[in-house]
């Protein structure tokens, strides 16, 4: 068998293993962004009915807790992602 045609084999058949997945793969990262702009918009609307028409306080107060803890996940994502592409760049090549 010649080695190019057994190359070629090789690299047909791994292909499927590492192509990117038809819907894009990024469905857990799109349903976290997705939750974190529910959140910070059902604070917001909250936050603007308790200015407005006077609503309940707690229910105000328990938005803040939801969106402070939303956004202390979100820059601890961002700091791990930025973390590890600093290591990546850290890789002798």
Same mark, same amino acid.
């Given at each position: 068998m010649d080695i190019s045609a057994l190359v070629?084999? &090789?690299y047909t058949? &791994?292909?499927?293993? +590492?192509a990117p997945e038809a819907d894009g793969g990024g469905n857990a990262f799109r349903a976290a962004a997705d939750s974190f702009a529910a959140t910070l918009q059902t604070s917001e609307n909250t936050a603007m009915q308790a200015m407005t028409s006077g609503a309940d306080p707690h229910a105000l107060v328990e938005a803040l807790a939801q969106t %402070?803890?939303? $956004?202390? +996940?979100?820059v601890t $994502? !961002?700091? !791990? $992602? $930025? %973390?590890a592409y600093q290591e990546i760049l850290r890789m002798p090549v």
């Open positions: 070629a084999q &090789s058949a &791994s292909k499927a293993a +590492t %402070e803890l939303a $956004v202390q +996940t979100a $994502v !961002r700091d !791990r $992602v $930025v %973390e």
